[in-house]
């Protein structure tokens, strides 16, 4: 009976380990490679802005919160004189339909 109920915890933790894993890797990681203004965002709006990302159901809704987010990221910029970075992955490739 003790061996029963160890294998079924060991179990679980394992699945659960592996639930929370699953979620962390996601489609997509928010990181100063790949997110214009990075450097402009407190640790607490990055990983806001990396379940929001996350979270988009449909093209449209992406590319509007996009472009809200590039355009907040190039006022802090200019606030600061500094220059907003160019490039860097297209963060709602993933939503658009395959051809």
């Known amino acids: 009976m003790r061996a029963h109920w160890l294998l079924l915890s060991v179990s679980g933790a394992l699945l659960l380990a592996a639930a929370f894993a699953a979620e962390a890797r996601g489609p997509w990681r928010a990181s100063e ?5 990075w450097q402009f965002m407190t640790p607490e709006e990055r990983v806001e ?3 929001r990302v996350r ?11 996009q472009q809200e987010h590039h355009d907040l990221m190039a006022q802090r910029a200019q606030a600061r004189g500094a220059a907003m970075p160019s490039g860097g992955r297209d963060i709602c490739a993933h939503l658009k339909p395959a051809n």
């Open 33 to 37: 490679e790949n997110t214009r203004g």
């Open 49 to 51: 802005h990396q379940a």
């Open 55 to 65: 979270s988009f159901k449909t093209l449209d809704a992406c590319r509007a919160y």
